[in-house]
């Protein structure tokens, strides 16, 4: 089965702070993807990447950057955190075979 | 702007009975389309997924597809209290297998 990893689960950051966001597939997967989710509007994307240092803007980029490496790794930054970034962040990764996306199990952040 | 419509709920059912869940999408382009399951506080996970126009099943699950009315349903047979979750709709569209999302239709399976 596919492993994607999120190694902060639950974090509580105040307003102005630099937050890392941290995920780990196993599978030598090309695309990777950071979503959030909020009650009412489902999942939006960020961000994504298809490849070792290619990105793209998903539909809210703003107020995020992210960084891809190594292809095994994709990391979402919040370069100032605010209030209105509290909440679910997905990280999923793209197994291509099936054509499917799996998610990591979700970090959920808060910003005081 | 890809847009995946479903109904936000909730969904009440009776233990044993057949819950319907459907899902339409904006992009005529799109080609695989996908539900995914949510316990509260959990990441989604992978229940079906569909290419093809018409029926598929896998256990007690059968996803429906109908490109032309740009419509994805799932029925679920013998719902079960632990079918109780929120159902997203995904569709796969655009540059770099990008995947849009429903709000997700939140299911109760009442015993």
């Known amino acids: 089965d596919v492993k994607v990893t999120q190694s902060s689960r639950y974090l509580v950051k105040r307003t102005g702070e630099k937050v890392f966001l941290e995920c780990v597939q196993d599978?030598?997967?090309?695309?990777m993807f950071w979503y959030r989710q909020d009650p009412g509007l489902g999942l939006r994307l960020i961000y994504f990447s298809y490849d070792v240092k290619m990105k793209e803007k998903g539909d809210i980029p703003e107020g995020y950057s992210v960084s891809r490496e190594k292809k095994e790794r994709f990391s979402l930054i919040l370069e100032s955190a605010s209030t209105n970034q509290t909440s679910m962040y997905l990280c999923?990764?793209?197994?291509?075979?099936?054509?499917?996306?799996?998610f990591g199990e979700g970090s959920w952040l808060t910003v005081v | 702007q890809k847009e995946v419509e479903q109904n936000s709920g909730p969904l009440s059912v009776p233990e044993g009975a057949i819950a319907s869940l459907n899902c339409t999408y904006s992009d005529r382009g799109s080609q695989s389309f996908f539900w995914y399951r949510q316990y509260s506080g959990k990441s989604p996970e992978l229940i079906m997924f569909?290419?093809?126009?018409g029926d598929k099943e896998d256990g007690r699950f059968t996803a429906q597809l109908n490109k032309a009315s740009q419509y994805v349903s799932l029925l679920i047979r013998d719902s079960q209290p632990s079918d109780s979750a929120t159902y997203l709709c995904?569709?796969?569209?655009?540059?770099?297998?990008?995947?849009?999302f429903g709000t997700g239709t939140s299911l109760t399976v009442i015993p």
């Open positions: 995904a569709v796969n569209a655009g540059f770099g297998n990008q995947f849009y």
């Open positions: 569909i290419y093809s126009n």
């Open positions: 999923a990764s793209l197994w291509p075979e099936r054509n499917t996306i799996y």
């Open positions: 599978m030598d997967h090309e695309n």
